[in-house]
Structures are given as structure tokens and as C-alpha cells.
């Protein structure tokens, strides 16, 4: 069975980092295109950042260019967000996604079968 299960979200202040993982089973990394989306109360779902299968490609949405990376370990089968700088407006819930999609999709909620069931991050003085 197929699963995501995401950890390291919390309250942080502004300018902080926090580092989010998503640990999966049923499958290996290497075979799905990966990405991190984010629901703020009120608002659609974002995507953050999204990883090919082979892990050589990356992308990022504007607002966390230069602050936020995704990475892996495949050994962990295992994906990262690392979130430095935080500010206020990236307060929100967390998912990790994985499909087996085509990279030039993969900012595109609608592409993704598996989803994580999220983890919370509040921005906050």
C-alpha cells in the first residue's frame, strides 16, 4: 500500500527554518515525481516545490526561490523540504504528493494520486 507520512511541521518565528519530512512505503522515490504543496486557511492549495523521479530536477514557486529546498534520501526513502527565512505568509498546512506524471506537470495539484495527510507550520511572533 501506498502511503506518505509527513513529520516536522510547528511554530516557528519569522526568519526561522524548519525542515519537513515525508517518509514513504509501498513504493520507491526513484519511480514517482514528488512535490510539496500547501493549504493556507481561506486559500486553495499551493504548490511549494516538486522533484522528478530521477531527483536531478527541482522547481520552485516564486515566493520561496532562495529559501526553501526539496531534497531526498533514497536510503530513508525519504523527501525534505528545508525552510529557512520563514515569514508569516507561509503559514499553512503541508502535504507531500507523489505520481507517476510528467515533470513539466508537476506544480499541478490535480496530477497527483498519493497524498501525505499534511502537517501544520504557523509562522508566528
Known amino acids: 500500500q501506498l502511503q506518505f507520512v509527513e513529520s516536522g511541521g510547528g511554530l516557528v518565528q519569522p526568519g526561522g527554518s524548519l525542515r519537513l519530512s515525508c517518509a514513504a512505503s509501498g513504493f520507491t522515490l526513484d519511480t514517482y515525481v514528488i512535490a510539496w504543496f500547501r493549504q493556507a486557511p481561506g486559500k486553495e492549495r499551493e504548490a511549494v516545490s516538486c522533484?522528478?523521479?530521477?531527483?536531478?530536477?527541482?522547481r520552485y514557486t516564486d515566493s520561496v526561490k532562495g529559501r526553501f529546498t526539496i531534497s531526498r534520501d533514497n536510503a530513508k526513502n525519504t523527501v525534505y523540504l528545508q525552510m529557512n527565512s520563514l515569514k508569516p505568509e507561509d503559514t499553512g498546512i503541508y502535504y507531500c504528493?507523489?505520481?507517476?506524471?510528467?515533470?513539466?506537470?508537476?506544480?499541478?495539484?490535480?496530477?497527483?494520486?498519493?497524498w501525505g495527510q499534511g502537517t501544520q507550520v504557523t509562522v508566528s511572533s
Open positions: 522533484m522528478s523521479s530521477s531527483g536531478r530536477t527541482t
Open positions: 504528493a507523489g505520481g507517476a506524471i510528467l515533470f513539466n506537470l508537476c506544480m499541478s495539484s490535480q496530477m497527483y494520486t498519493y
